[in-house]
């Protein structure tokens, strides 16, 4: 069965579960389109990264990329698991202080941090700047002049490494938008800077080289070109990182041609790389910081909807249209992202007909998964769409001016709304009208 490949179990009613909640229940009670979580499931992805590193017995941060999925109470989980958290903007930042996520614990990252960005997080004292470009340097020493304080700040460099992703997520390549590039001196003119400045603590470097990533070897090989820089750092200059960041982009499992790596293999390879280079070095073992998040999220996430009409073209195609689409999922219209979904109500049916699933955009690019089989299909089944956890609710739009869907945890059998459903209230609340 097709569950067979995702965290999901189906109930003696043949429906669909969560965390031992009827999935159909649930879209009676909240409706459709619907994010479920398992939260079961996120814990335990949190734990099989934390519990590595602890077992290996070195220093690291596991931070969850907040931009895959950032609510109030999926901050308030990675902070009961002991996670630390990566922002990228002064509205996930905001929301992670509302979640009373601890500050010494946040590192801010993006590559345009616009002035009051970088005011609101060192006003707040976070733990870690993630510095991406000359002109963020004169940001950050103008408000930490003015406000006579300090901040730790990482580099962020670009090792010139292509990872096998799609191209919109491939981050490491010479010719990004992020970061310092190690090649053609940008990086060595940063470190002097940030290093002879004494309002910033500069710990070490940080690296992201794409997302989606099925092997180790790209990592692997960027943690050699940046303890190559190192080594020319600490000859040249006696420095010492304190920290050695390698990002995240750990893939997961969207649909059964995907074979991630188990995570804990990703992060002994890397733990036993980054002991190797810098005993050939002569330096301490930095702490490792990786970063999460599609990993955390992805495959403890689907997504309800309700079948609306079903086309079929003879000889050609059998269509089902559901009540979402690109508004809930933008991947399969931006990256061309495949997943595998089940009628929640029908989950013990074996698979009788090969169909293709609309979302309800006016777009003829809005399919949502091709070529699904499912059993016979009829008008208000509920299909489930699995591994949408990160980048689901995250990227979720008002385009055709659909409401935002709702978000409900479960747990232990138990489930709580987190995200209240859009209204249409909601989406005209600042408009203003024309006189």
């Given at each position: ?374 059993p016979d299909v009829d008008e208000n ?46 989406m005209v609340k600042n408009d203003i009208?024309?006189?």
């Amino acid at each position: 069965m097709i569950t067979d490949n995702h965290p999901f179990k189906v109930n003696s009613a043949g429906h669909l579960e969560a965390s031992g909640v009827d999935l159909v229940q649930l879209a009676e009670t909240y409706g459709t389109p619907l994010y479920v979580y398992d939260v079961a499931i996120i814990r335990e992805n949190c734990r099989n990264f934390i519990r590595t590193f602890e077992n290996l017995g070195v220093r690291a941060q596991v931070a969850y990329a907040s931009k895959a999925f950032s609510t109030i109470a999926m901050l308030q989980v990675m902070n009961q698991e002991g996670m630390s958290l990566d922002v990228v903007s002064q509205g996930e930042l905001y929301t992670a202080l509302q979640a009373e996520f601890p500050v010494n614990k946040i590192h801010m990252h993006g590559n345009n941090k616009s002035l009051e960005e970088l005011t609101m997080a060192i006003d707040h004292d976070i733990g870690c700047i993630v510095v991406d470009n000359f002109h963020e340097i004169e940001l950050i020493e103008r408000i930490l002049r003015d406000k006579n304080k300090t901040i730790d700040v990482l580099m962020r460099v670009t090792p010139g490494i292509e990872s096998n992703t799609h191209r919109y997520i491939m981050t490491g390549n010479e010719d990004s938008k992020f970061g310092f590039n190690l090649s053609n001196g940008q990086a060595d003119q940063a470190f002097l800077r940030l290093r002879n400045n004494p309002s910033i603590h500069f710990k070490g470097l940080h690296a992201h080289i794409g997302s989606q990533l099925f092997e180790t070897e790209g990592m692997l090989l960027t943690a050699e070109l940046l303890f190559k820089k190192l080594d020319c750092w600490h000859t040249d200059y006696g420095f010492i990182p304190d920290v050695l960041n390698l990002g995240g982009g750990f893939g997961i499992r969207y649909t059964k041609e995907d074979e991630p790596l188990p995570y804990p293999e990703f992060v002994k390879e890397l733990t036993s790389a980054v002991k190797e280079h810098a005993s050939s070095i002569g330096i301490p073992m930095p702490e490792i910081w990786i970063e999460p998040g599609r990993a955390i999220a992805g495959n403890a996430g689907l997504t309800l909807y309700t079948v609306g009409s079903i086309k079929e073209v003879p000889g050609v195609r059998n269509y089902i249209a559901v009540d979402g689409g690109m508004t809930d999922n933008l991947r399969p219209a931006l990256y061309q992202a495949t997943y595998e979904g089940v009628l929640a109500n029908k989950a013990s049916a074996t698979a009788s007909d090969t169909v293709s699933v609309a979302g309800k955009c006016c777009e003829s690019g809005d399919m949502l998964i091709w070529d699904l089989p499912l059993p016979d299909v009829d008008e208000n089944d509920i299909l489930a769409v699995f591994s949408t956890g990160a980048y689901g609710y995250a990227m979720a739009n008002n385009y055709n001016r659909f409401p935002k869907p709702a978000v409900v945890f479960a747990e232990n059998g138990s489930a709580q709304l987190v995200v209240r459903r859009e209204t249409y209230h909601d989406m005209v609340k600042n408009d203003i009208s024309y006189e």
